[in-house]
């Protein structure tokens, strides 16, 4: 066992295959089955540009051989910090082709991200859009940049492409990519899915999720997220056989005449957006009738919204609650609606492994609140290159905990209640506080602060940081413009500053979250 990477052990790896969860197949080869399947179909759609499945594996097949040119091949990282365009899915399948990992970062990072997610994974090469081009020159270690769109002093990426074949491909066990956690407790953990669980993961969400090569899947996410990425998401399309149609916004003004147009019949929201369509659409004149489904996930959908996306929009809802880690769990078509309003759905796989528990590791009694802990065929063993986080984010047989709060339904149905960590879920954003504090601690003007999550009917949650000033207290926007400076995302930057002479402490001398975030109520 490596520190890099932690494996399931070998009577689970067997027993999974014995099931049929694991096929032994690599993620390239889902493109290479859909070309020889369907040549002429269309594959994705950004804009003007519409690639057939012969087209994408000819781009990704090109890419591959250049980056292989270039001495970059098996096992090593690449970080991809790109938008929703099509290069995002030609590079991708060319890395799955030769055993390189890409490395996703989310289109709202900026240098600190960069640089941590540079430090933890020691990228070769970084794949950006020519928009952020500068943030290379803040991780000088990167031997490869490469720019989508106009390269400036960089290589485009489409001057990358060459002739011949790529050559030995990785194992099925071999790590495909490496997710990013919410980010708990400081910067993101890198979450290393293999070929054999993330194809598990997505093959088995779109036969769940009924895609098939009608499907014409919206991605008005960000692709980087695991969520549209693969649940079943544009690879779950793209191994039914389906349509990606690529969406550079999720607003109303931007999706919904991408809808129309293409006909789509399934995407998937964030509760917040989800709102946002939902108020758009009761005044919108745009033909939305093929839409046949929406996925709500990354964040509870309360039960009021829920009730009002078929009579609006006029399609099936359903809700998704998972994680980057491994585990998923899906309403199914056809559930009532009391399932489909009221809670997150039950798991994926018949051997996802599920314990509610206390605090002490002890089961709960049935129906009853705890910790959900996991492990499965598609859920991660342990973080990439976190020996010392593992020892207590996994229990010594393998299960994630995954720090949600839940309860389980007679019937199987997970109902989410809160979380265990310090996180803010603002909006299906995870807004790690201690990595947001440790900033905000740097300043001159700060002696102390704590960000807490404040109710918001809107975005789930909304951040509010109180601090403790030294002498003279800066002003909001001076913390922001600070935080700005460092390169924190823009999501990250706090909704609200309030200034207090003091925390409110627990028993043991803890700043009270709890207690800071009854004093702002509601949003």
Known sequence: MTTDFVPWPDEFARYYRERGYWRDRTLGALLDDGARRWPSRTAVVDGDR?????????????LACGLRARGIGHGDRVLVHLPNVAEFLSLAFALFRIGAVPVLALPAHRRTEIVHLTRLATPVAYVVAS?????????????????????GEFTALEDVSAEGEPGDGPGPCDIAVLLLSGGTTGPPKLIPRTHNDYEYNLRASAKLCGFNADTRYLAALPMAHNFPLACPGVLGTLWAGGTVV?????DPGTAFPLIEAERVTVTALVPPLALVWLDAAEKSTVDLSSLELLQAGGSRLKAEAARRVTSVLGCVLQQVYGMAEGLLNYTRIGDPDAIVNDTQGRPLCADDEVRIVTADDEPVPAGEVGELHVRGPYTIRGYYRATEHNAGAFT???????????????????????????????GGDKIPVEEVENL????PAVYDVAIVGIPDDVMGERSCAYVIARGT???RKDLLAYLREHGVAAFKLPDRVRFVKSFPRTGL??????????????W
């Open 246 to 250: 690529l969406c550079t916004g999720a």
């Open 50 to 62: 519409r690639w057939s499945y012969a087209e994408l594996n000819k781009k990704a097949t090109r």
């Open 131 to 151: 928009d952020l081009r500068d943030l290379a020159h803040a991780v000088p270690e990167i031997a490869h940049v490469f720019v989508v769109g106009e390269p």
């Open 473 to 475: 207290p800066p002003s």
């Open 440 to 443: 905000l601690l740097s300043h």
């Open 509 to 522: 001398g803890k700043v009270d979250r709890k207690a800071l975030s009854t004093l702002e109520n509601r």
């Open 396 to 426: 010594a047989d393998g299960f994630y905990r995954s720090g949600d709060l839940v309860r389980r339904l007679p019937t199987g149905e997970l109902v989410v209640e809160g979380r265990v960590k310090d996180v803010i879920n603002r």
